[in-house]
Every structure is written in C-alpha cells, then in structure tokens.
Nanobody, 114 residues
Framework: QVQLVESGGGTVQAGGALRLSCVAS????????MGWYRQAPGKQRELVAT???????TYADSVKGRFTISRDNAKNTVFLQMNSLKPEDTAVYYC????????WGQGTPVTVSS
C-alpha cells in the first residue's frame, strides 16, 4: 500500500510562489506516474501536472509556463513549483500516484489572495 504525504501549501498573494512536496512510502519500486491534481470549492478535481518515472510531463493549459513538476525518484518525492500564482489557483492540491492502482494524498490547501 502506497502512502502519499503532501506539504508546502499555504497562503500567498497574487504573483507569488509556492513549492509543494509529496513524499511516497510503501512502494517497492519507483512509481511509474506521479502528479498533482487540485479541487477548488464547488468544482471537480482537475489535473494540474504529471510526470512519469522517465521524466515525461503533462500540464493543464491553465498552468503551463507558471508551474513546474519535478521528481526525485531516489527519494520517492514529487514537487510542484508554482510561480506567478493567481487567485484562480486557489484550491486543495492533491498528490497522485499510480502503481497498479491510483493513490491519493490527503491534500494541502493553497490560497492565493488578490
């Protein structure tokens, strides 16, 4: 069973930056896919960014050019560097991983004030 623990959320002014981290444990092998999703109040959970074990990435159009996902496979960690934050980025951010099944973290809230 894989456990995911996020950290790094908080409150920041528009234009600011935050870095989220997610540490995975319980996996015997490198997770093939790790990423980030977010859910704003009253909205469905949506993909933010994903990264394969080999380094291929996917980004939501709304965050391209502002967010960067990265991984440290040796430390079972995935990061999300969020720059030029906007109020519409306000959401709970969830770490996500896939290895035979999908795993979710508990979420970390991000609030961007205008």
């Amino acid at each position: 069973q894989v456990q995911l623990v996020e950290s790094g959320g908080g409150t920041v002014q528009a234009g600011g930056a935050l870095r989220l981290s997610c540490v995975a444990s319980g996996n015997r092998f490198t997770l093939p896919l790790m990423g980030w999703y977010r859910q704003a109040p009253g909205k469905q959970r949506e993909l933010v960014a994903t990264m394969t074990e080999g380094g291929s990435t996917t980004y939501a159009d709304s965050v391209k050019g502002r967010f960067t996902i990265s991984r440290d496979n040796a430390k079972n960690t995935v990061f999300l560097q969020m720059n030029s934050l906007k109020p519409e980025d306000t959401a709970v951010y969830y770490c996500n991983a896939f290895q035979y099944m999908v795993y979710w973290g508990q979420g970390t809230p991000v609030t961007v004030s205008s």
